[in-house]
Nanobody, 114 residues
Framework: QVQLVESGGGLVQPGGSLRLSCAAS????????MGWYRQAPGKQRELVAS???????RYADSVKGRFTISRDNTKNTLYLQMNDLKPEDTAVYYC????????WGQGTQVTVSS
């Protein structure tokens, strides 16, 4: 069993930045892939960014050039650097990890508003 715990969400003005962290309860070195998803009220959960064990990354078109996903295997932590935030980025952000099974964190709220 793996626990994933997100942190770093909050309220930020448009154009601002946040960095989300996802701490895993075990080594993420062997994770096949990890990612960040988000779910806005009334909408389906969508993939924001993902990163493989080989550090290949993929981004949703809506966040390309603004968000950066990274992983620190020594700290068992996944990150999402979010810059130039827009109101439409408002959502609950979830960490996801794949290691045999699929694991989810509990989510962290990101609100972009003036």
């Amino acid at each position: 069993q793996v626990q994933l715990v997100e942190s770093g969400g909050g309220l930020v003005q448009p154009g601002g930045s946040l960095r989300l962290s996802c701490a895993a309860s075990r080594s993420i070195f062997r994770f096949d892939a990890m990612g960040w998803y988000r779910q806005a009220p009334g909408k389906q959960r969508e993939l924001v960014a993902s990163i493989t064990s080989g550090s290949s990354t993929r981004y949703a078109d809506s966040v390309k050039g603004r968000f950066t996903i990274s992983r620190d295997n020594t700290k068992n932590t996944l990150y999402l650097q979010m810059n130039d935030l827009k109101p439409e980025d408002t959502a609950v952000y979830y960490c996801n990890g794949q290691y045999g099974s699929t694991y989810w964190g509990q989510g962290t709220q990101v609100t972009v508003s003036s």
